[in-house]
Nanobody, 121 residues
Framework: QVQLVESGGGLVQAGGSLRLSCAASVRTFRNYAMGWFRQAPGKEREFLAAINGNGYNTYYADSVKGRFTISRDNAKATVYLQMNSLKPEDTAVYYC??????????????WGQGTQVTVSS
């Protein structure tokens, strides 16, 4: 069982930055691929980024490529999402997810509770 807790969300002006964190309660954190997703009101959950267990391989949705960076610290069992040049359309609840299999869809087995990000214009 993997428990995930996101933090770092909040209110930011357009053009600003935020860094989200997701702490995992699992000893074998490096065995899990991690993903970040978001869901805006009235929209489906959207894949943003994924990273493999050793952190050497990352993947991004076109909508955030060049603005968002996923990284992980296996010693701290934490994955991060650095978000720069934020836009009002980035407003959503952001979720992290974990699974032994890296994937670019929402088939991850474990999910956090989400953290709200609001970007004002």
């Amino acid at each position: 069982q993997v428990q995930l807790v996101e933090s770092g969300g909040g209110l930011v002006q357009a053009g600003g930055s935020l860094r989200l964190s997701c702490a995992a309660s699992v000893r074998t954190f490096r065995n899990y691929a991690m993903g970040w997703f978001r869901q805006a009101p009235g929209k489906e959950r959207e894949f943003l980024a994924a990273i493999n267990g050793n952190g050497y391989n990352t993947y991004y949705a076109d909508s955030v490529k060049g603005r968002f960076t996923i990284s992980r610290d296996n010693a701290k069992a934490t994955v991060y999402l650095q978000m720069n040049s934020l836009k009002p359309e980035d407003t959503a609840v952001y979720y992290c997810a974990a699974d032994r299999l890296l994937q670019l869809g929402d088939g991850y087995g474990y999910w956090g509770q989400g953290t709200q990000v609001t970007v004002s214009s």
